[in-house]
């Protein structure tokens, strides 16, 4: 007769390969919706490539840690992530880890967390003037700050062969500068603390700054318009020097991704047999969790379980008033109203989330007409590279 804990033992491993087939369908679905098969009831699952392979790949890695112990095995990391050897692949791996784990890390003071810094060219930037000057050669008085998605980082602007950043210093004369921050911890956060750091900048700026723009991809729109909403709080100046605000592809009211998720918790717990595996899904970071909706302040989440059944509880955070706003949405349909454009958006966030578009007038982020564009034929990582995505940018700032 089998003893209950070799029972229990048994069931722990299986869930853990359970999750870790469940990434796996993910990620297949995902490798569905950016290619077409090469036949009709033709399928032929491979793995995701570049990042989006990379973090799918980090997911099953922590998930098979579960039963082992994370610190032991993230101890095993550290060598290998030595910060005396930074190279792309070190910085993106880094990053998915983060992206998944970020708040256990920074939490447990590991030091593969990622601190908050602005950086250009994967270098920090020293706060003071003559630093700044020095570092910058020839800094101008138009300041682009550039904010990466979850599970991203400040060098993976740079995307075939083109950087949305080194693109408008090119034909329109702004300095970029790039925000590289920790993406599992909670948008508002990180809201705050860019906020901060932002009313640094500018006070330290060599020149009189005489134009500011935001640019945030994904979850970076997120934590930009928290930023915007804490700084207003707080009674920092920059945001009355911020002059326009785009949005790439931003979940202003959540991916459904996320939200499958979290579904997935519910149904795990509604059985006293299958309860205790509730808690394999609950190692996705904080910053995961708020894309269930788009939550943007400490108080949509604050005495709150954030794996717990809930509603959209979020408090309406409107657009910056002083700021013309922009939004950029993809979808891999091939033109609006078809199958994929109306289920898939650009394959991790849907257009009308994008666009701010909510069925509560409440929570409506009104973008006018003028100041939304849809690329069609794109997924979520084509906005950071795709020349019509750049056009419309460019377009747009120069106006």
Not at 87 to 103: F, H, K, T, Y
Not at 106 to 132: E, F, H, I, K, Y
Request: aromatic share 6%; glycine share 10%; proline share 6%.
């Amino acid at each position: 007769m089998k003893h209950p804990l070799s029972d229990l033992q048994g069931a722990s491993r299986l869930a853990i390969d359970a999750t870790i087939g469940l990434t796996e369908l993910v990620e297949a679905l995902h490798q569905n919706i950016v290619r077409l098969p090469s036949a009709p009831g033709l399928s032929h699952p491979r793995r995701a490539r570049g990042i989006t392979g990379l973090v799918y790949r980090t997911v099953r890695g922590v998930t098979g840690l579960v039963g082992g112990g994370i610190d032991a095995v993230l101890a095993r990391l550290l060598p290998m992530l030595d910060e005396a050897s930074p190279s792309p692949g070190r910085e993106a791996v880094l990053a998915a880890l983060n992206g998944v784990l970020g708040d256990y890390l920074a939490a447990t003071q590991n030091p593969l967390a990622v601190s908050m810094r602005l950086r250009r060219n994967g270098r920090p930037l020293d706060l003071a003037r003559q630093s700044l000057a020095a570092t910058i050669g020839q800094p101008t008085a138009k300041l682009a700050v550039l904010v990466h998605g979850l599970c991203l980082n400040d060098l993976q602007w740079q995307r075939q062969g083109h950087d949305h950043g080194a693109a408008l210093a090119r034909d329109l004369g702004y300095t970029p500068v790039y925000l590289h921050y920790n993406s599992g911890l909670h948008v508002s956060s990180n809201g705050r603390a860019f906020a901060s750091l932002i009313e640094v900048l500018l006070e330290q700026w060599p020149v009189a700054v005489e134009e500011l723009v935001m640019i945030g991809h994904s979850m970076g729109g997120l934590v930009s318009r928290s930023a915007c909403h804490y700084g207003a709080e707080s009674g920092h100046k920059w945001p009355t020097q911020l002059r326009k605000l785009v949005f790439l592809g931003t979940p202003h009211h959540g991916a459904p991704l996320e939200r499958g998720g979290h579904w997935v918790d519910v149904i795990l717990g509604t059985s006293p047999y299958t309860a205790p595996f509730a808690r394999l899904g609950k190692i996705r970071s904080a910053g995961v969790t708020d894309l269930r909706y788009g939550s943007l302040l400490d108080e949509d989440w604050e005495g709150r379980d954030r794996f717990a059944g809930s509603q959209d509880l979020r408090r309406p955070v409107p657009l910056p008033d002083r700021a013309e706003c922009y939004a950029i949405a993809a979808t891999t349909g091939k033109r609006a109203g078809d199958l994929s454009d109306r289920l898939l958006g650009d394959g991790l966030v849907p257009v009308s989330s994008a666009l701010g578009r909510h069925a509560d007038p409440r929570l409506t982020l009104s973008f006018p007409e003028s100041r939304q564009w849809i690329g069609y034929g794109m997924n979520h990582l084509d906005l950071l590279s795709h020349p019509e995505v750049y056009a419309a940018v460019r377009r747009w700032l120069a106006s």
